[in-house]
């Protein structure tokens, strides 16, 4: 099993322009999230699948947009991206959503927006 | 906004040394969750406990939950290299709707040879 991965690893981008990361699991998990990580911040959650075609709002959901089509993909894009969304992206997976099953993440994609 | 937070924010020990964190939260949890991310890696699952739990081991992690102080420690006995790491703890986002994982902003441990 590979796990969770995530395309692309690295990725400059000027403002502006726009880019969708890919997220894909061969768990069978039916929740996906994606989180950013800035340095002293932690993870902060951006959105969340509970199923196959469905989306919810994390923390900080402004400038992304969400879709999970199929149950293995989540897609995280980035419609005008600004300085600000420069930082590491990590998708995870789960069994199920809440504190009682582990998550599983994906190596990140560090996203540079000058 | 964050649950749990770490403390210290960063640690530097000798090799074989213990290794020491805590993690403080605000509200009610059912269960409590340690992760270890390594530079430049996504996060690892170490050891999951529950609400009814008062320690947990595993290998040489061992965890501890206090529900009355809302806190959990992790310590890491012998520490070797290999667990220069950061440590997150992670509890749910709210307590009515236990679907979402809060990170704290992490302990950074370095073990020095």
């Known amino acids: 099993n590979a796990g969770v991965t995530q395309t692309p690893k690295f990725r400059v981008l000027k403002t502006g322009q726009s880019m969708t990361l890919l997220c894909a699991q061969d768990m069978n998990h039916e929740y996906m999230y994606w989180y950013r990580q800035d340095p002293g911040m932690g993870l902060r959650l951006i959105h969340y699948?509970?199923?196959?075609?469905?989306?919810a709002k994390g923390e900080v959901p402004d400038g992304y947009n969400v879709s999970r089509l199929k149950k293995q993909n989540f897609l995280l894009g980035l419609e005008s991206a600004a300085p600000s969304q420069t930082s590491v992206y990590f998708c995870?997976?789960?069994?199920?959503?809440?504190?009682?099953?582990?998550?599983?993440f994906g190596p990140g994609t560090r996203l540079t927006v000058t | 906004s964050q649950q749990g937070e770490e403390d210290p924010q960063a640690l530097s020990i000798q090799e074989g040394e213990n290794a020491t964190m805590n993690c403080s939260y605000k509200t009610s949890i059912n269960n409590l969750q340690w992760y270890r991310q390594n530079s430049g890696r996504g996060l690892v699952h170490l050891i999951l406990?529950?609400?009814?739990?008062r320690e947990k081991h595993s290998g040489r992690l061992r965890v501890t939950l206090d529900t009355s102080k809302k806190s959990s420690s992790l310590l890491i006995t012998a520490s070797r290299a290999a667990d220069t790491a950061s440590y997150f703890c992670?509890?749910?986002?709210?307590?009515?709707?236990?679907?979402?994982?809060?990170f704290g902003a992490g302990t950074t441990v370095t073990v020095r040879a």
């Open positions: 995870a997976s789960s069994p199920l959503g809440g504190s009682s099953y582990e998550q599983y």
């Open positions: 406990i529950r609400s009814n739990e």
């Open positions: 699948s509970v199923g196959e075609g469905t989306t």
């Open positions: 992670a509890t749910p986002a709210r307590r009515s709707n236990d679907y979402k994982l809060s």
